[in-house]
């Protein structure tokens, strides 16, 4: 089971951009679904975009055609492009394996009007 450090979270202004990392302590190309999930305050964490091995993508309605979900097998990296940021999308943000194993620590993302 790989362990999973996410980085590149920090404050910015609504309609800022900023991008998410995911490094892996080991391979990623055995996990065929990597995704992005994120907990905002004294909410449930949610899911918001997956990607496969073959590079198919989903993103949640909530974040579709402002977040993009990329992946790098070569860097044992997952990332995640945010654009046209909200204060509605300040929360924690994580990464993980489809099936899920454990988490991280996740990084913040706070996003000021």
């Known amino acids: 089971q790989v362990q999973l450090v996410e980085s590149g979270g920090g404050l910015v202004q609504a309609g800022g951009s900023l991008r998410l990392s995911c490094a892996a302590s080991?391979?990623?190309?055995?996990?065929?679904?990597m995704a992005w999930y994120r907990q905002a305050p004294g909410k449930y964490r949610e899911y918001i975009a997956s990607?496969?091995?073959?590079?198919?993508?989903m993103h949640d309605r909530s974040v579709k055609g402002r977040f993009t979900i990329s992946r790098d097998n070569a860097k044992n990296t997952v990332y995640l492009l945010m654009n046209s940021l909200s204060p509605e999308d300040t929360a924690v943000y994580y990464c993980?394996?489809?099936?899920?194993?454990?988490w991280g620590q996740g990084t913040r993302v706070t996003v000021s009007k």
């Open positions: 993980n394996t489809i099936p899920n194993g454990a």
């Open positions: 080991g391979s990623i190309d055995t996990y065929d679904r």
């Open positions: 990607i496969t091995n073959g590079g198919i993508t």
